[in-house]
């Protein structure tokens, strides 16, 4: 009796599938990953072979109309950012007498979605400058992370301007839209602006993106540049 063959066909892109991303109401859909294709030299019930999938994985395998081929599809959803592969393995059994079996380890790389947004270092900012800074140069920075890869984690970063045009404060300040240094464009005074606030936004490059906000707090501290004045008596004129 011979042992049973197993032959792993290329599906598409064989041993690679788009991850779905999570649904509020968390369903999900059968997607298929490979064809399995069985095959075994002997006759009757010593050439009938059974397949299954040895260990606890996310997929299991669907029997095609076509005899000895079956489809690994998944079996729930799929997390790239809780485990982003999985070994496979499969298990092909004749039902002779004795029985021979063999099996085949397939990779499945699962491949990323954009589903998550991008996340601040810190919630809210809150920055302490001395006044007289020097115009043009990095005052405080923000910083955010993506938990997805490639374009999905690319993140870019811009300061919400009000659509009412009221944008006194923001405007002189300019953020780096690549490493989210914020520069201030002119000396802040304190006799003249104690404390103000702005929001960030941080968007990922992913299809559709995905952004947050947040809150820049920043407070001016004083510096002993202003000279006493006596005010009486008066100098005579």
Known sequence: MEGATLLVCRHGCFGYFMERSFCTDQIFDIRGVALISVSDLDSGINGKVICTINGDVPFTLSPSLQENMYAVVTRSQLDRERVSNYDVTIVAKDTGEPSFSTEKTIRVVVSDVNDNSPQFSSSPYTFYITENNSPGASVVSVKASDRDESDNALISYHILREASGNNKLTSFLN?????????????????????????????????????SNVTVNVFILDQNDNAPVILYPKDPS
């Open 175 to 211: 953020i780096n839209s690549e490493t989210g240094d914020i520069l201030a464009l002119k000396s802040f005074d304190f006799e003249v602006l104690k404390k103000f606030q702005f929001q960030v936004v941080a968007t990922d490059s992913g299809i559709p993106s995905l952004s």
